[in-house]
């Protein structure tokens, strides 16, 4: 497997090139123009400014996380065609410096979702923190108030700059059904697959995070049997999965290690983390050490060893450890750890 490590550009993150190039076995970071709203090309010049400072410190940008895809693609309505044509458009520009892998994700409105970026965890670390409860309780629109108030509750796709749209968007999904929205990237992966198979670039998709409807919003990137059908729409190896094991893992009813194998020639890129269930429903993301949390970490490497993995994988969330100060879940010291950890399996079970 190759190590990579997720970096969100010298404005934007905590944590510097030159910390990253100290972490033992990473060749590359993951890496994205986040100020490119969703259905953007993303322009030439920008990517290659990117590419440079990779360059500068000897780091390959092969996997993007994510280019972000417009809510009328997931929609599926008429201006779709002109928003997957900057798609694919971006998908050749991003060829053209030699990027190998596109993580994207299709869950309508936003991306994951938490009730508290800085749970608690026995050891007086925090991490992020997701209460079933309060989610399930909570008035959407209730909820887009109430960020806007308090700016400090923002998750991804909550920005404020976006919630005069989100009334809008809640209202256009009311109709929308689980089967349309496949039917939605089915529409949206037959017309992009051929263009990345023609420019050598894998599409990976990323897991709904949690795995269930949220807000009354369908989600369908969540279990196995879904993954599979996402495969075979198009049945083609540019697309793939990026197997979250954390984002999946939330659920019971998920087996990751089984998941490895059964999708073994479509996992483009991995992400590892260990998450800790509660009876209740809820869930906190903790080290990635196997028994700090309930996935089994060290099986799940052992599973990409006997696929013989030779795809891109990165550490998930860590918690925030040692006072550092950095984007939720996005910190430098306990994803550093989970690396050394993930490393160590790995060197164990290659080496035996
Ligand atoms: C969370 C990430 C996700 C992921 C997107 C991919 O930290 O795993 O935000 O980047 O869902 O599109």
Redesign the pocket.
């Known amino acids: 497997m190759k190590m990579v490590f997720?970096w969100f550009g010298e404005e934007n993150d905590s944590v510097t090139l030159s910390q990253i190039k100290q972490i033992p076995s990473v060749e590359g970071v993951v890496w994205a123009l986040h100020d490119i709203p969703a259905g953007e090309v993303w322009p030439l010049e920008r990517i290659q400014e990117y590419k440079d400072l990779a360059d500068e410190y000897g780091f390959h940008q092969d996997v993007v996380?994510?280019v972000?895809i417009h809510e009328s693609i997931k929609l599926g309505s008429p201006e779709r065609d002109a928003y997957i044509d900057n798609y694919i458009q971006t998908v050749k520009n991003l060829a053209s410096v030699g990027v190998k892998v596109i993580?994207?994700?299709f869950?309508p409105v936003f991306?994951?979702v938490r009730t508290d970026l800085y749970g608690r965890l026995p050891d007086g670390s925090t991490a992020l923190f997701y209460e079933k409860e309060k989610v399930e309780n909570i008035d959407p629109i209730e909820l887009v108030r109430l960020i806007a108030a308090n700016p400090e509750y923002t998750m991804?796709g909550w920005e404020p700059e976006r919630l005069e749209i989100l009334q809008d968007l809640f209202t256009a999904y009311q109709s929308l059904t689980a089967d349309d929205l496949m039917e939605n990237l089915r529409y949206f992966l037959e017309r992009v697959i051929p263009v990345c198979e023609a420019n050598d670039v894998r599409l990976a998709?990323?897991?709904?995070?949690p795995p269930w409807e949220v807000f009354g919003l369908p989600r369908i990137v969540t279990t196995q049997e879904r993954l599979q059908q996402i495969i075979d729409l198009v049945d083609s190896p540019y697309n793939g999965i990026?197997l979250?094991s954390?984002?999946l893992g939330v659920r019971k009813d998920n087996n990751i290690v089984e998941m490895i194998h059964a999708f073994k020639h479509r996992i483009h890129f991995a992400?590892i983390r260990n998450v800790k269930l509660m009876e209740n429903g809820d869930f906190i993301e903790t080290s990635h050490l196997t028994s700090d949390g309930s996935l089994p970490i060290d099986q799940i490497v052992k599973a990409y060893h006997e696929i013989g993995y030779q795809g891109y994988v990165r550490p998930?969330?860590g918690r925030h450890i040692w006072e550092e100060v950095c984007r939720p879940?996005?910190g430098l010291y306990d994803r550093a750890l989970g690396i050394m950890y993930l490393m160590g399996l790995w060197d164990a079970y290659q080496n035996k």
């Open positions: 997720r996380e994510s972000n993580c994207y994700n869950m991306d994951w991804p998709i990323h897991p709904d995070d990026t979250c954390g984002a992400h998930d969330h879940g996005y």
